[in-house]
């Protein structure tokens, strides 16, 4: 009995094994009682599931073959969180096929039919930017305590 990583009750974890990967198997007990029914398992959820993350990778190996700065990379997967209808059309992000993001990726280069979506879409990117601007402000912060502390040595 493995019971659920997500801790809800009446839940268990199912792992499944590829078995052409399997080169012996070791039983270490032979069980006797019959074991619970499985739960149902909802095939085409999974394979849609299946079929999402495949699609996010292949956008993800793409925008790193197309030469995307990481940045674009980072700004693309966190407007796919909150909008699933995000793609990449060369170095550009296409959100709801009516705002392209061109690069370097600022609010400036949010580009569209004025709206609900464009002003969404650029508070997403100003919003990522801000965050991005304070790593690198706490980054030069470090280096800078770091020489100084050095120099004090």
Known sequence: ECPSSSGKP???DILLVNLQYVSEVE???DRTETPPPLASLNVSKLANKARTEKEEKLSQAYAISAGVSLEG???FQTIHKTIKDCKWQEKNIVVMEE???AP???VENCK???GSALSHVRKIVSMERGLESQKVMQRSQAQQTQKETSLSS
């Open 112 to 114: 569209g039919k004025e």
């Open 27 to 29: 039983i270490i007990n």
């Open 10 to 12: 009446n839940h268990a």
């Open 73 to 75: 990379q980072q700004l």
């Open 99 to 101: 705002v392209v993001i």
């Open 104 to 106: 370097p990726y600022q």
